[in-house]
Nanobody, 124 residues
Framework: EVQLVESGGGLVQAGGSLRLSCAAS????????IGWFRQAPGKEREGVSC????????YYADSVKGRFTISSDNAKNTVYLQMNSLKPEDTAVYYC?????????????????WGQGTQVTVSL
């Protein structure tokens, strides 16, 4: 059974930090790119960050560049998203997703597997 399980969300004050984890199982982790998406109430889901399986390249949305860092521990089949200098506009449900081909970076429909999401709330 394929599973992506996010954890690490919570409530934090603006300027604070959180580290999200995405634990994968049931598929060949090394073959898949892992992306983080988020969806705020009333807004469309948007891509946040992604790490490529082929060469470890990392990608970030402009809104999080310099504040978020994605990393992968292939031994643990886990991808992390370190989020620093959090802002209220970062408040959303954060999802991780796996994509075998990574042809279109931020097209959520291209991703093959999804987690259930973890809530991140940033207060003033």
């Amino acid at each position: 059974e394929v599973q992506l399980v996010e954890s690490g969300g919570g409530l934090v004050q603006a300027g604070g930090s959180l580290r999200l984890s995405c634990a994968a199982s049931g598929f060949t982790f090394d073959d898949y790119a892992i992306g983080w998406f988020r969806q705020a109430p009333g807004k469309e889901r948007e891509g946040v960050s992604c790490i490529s399986s082929s060469d470890g390249s990392t990608y970030y949305a402009d809104s999080v560049k310099g504040r978020f860092t994605i990393s992968s521990d292939n031994a643990k089949n886990t991808v992390y998203l370190q989020m620093n200098s959090l802002k209220p506009e970062d408040t959303a449900v954060y999802y991780c997703a796996a994509d075998l081909l990574l042809l279109r970076l931020w097209v959520s429909g291209d991703y093959d597997y999804w987690g259930q999401g973890t809530q991140v709330t940033v207060s003033l």
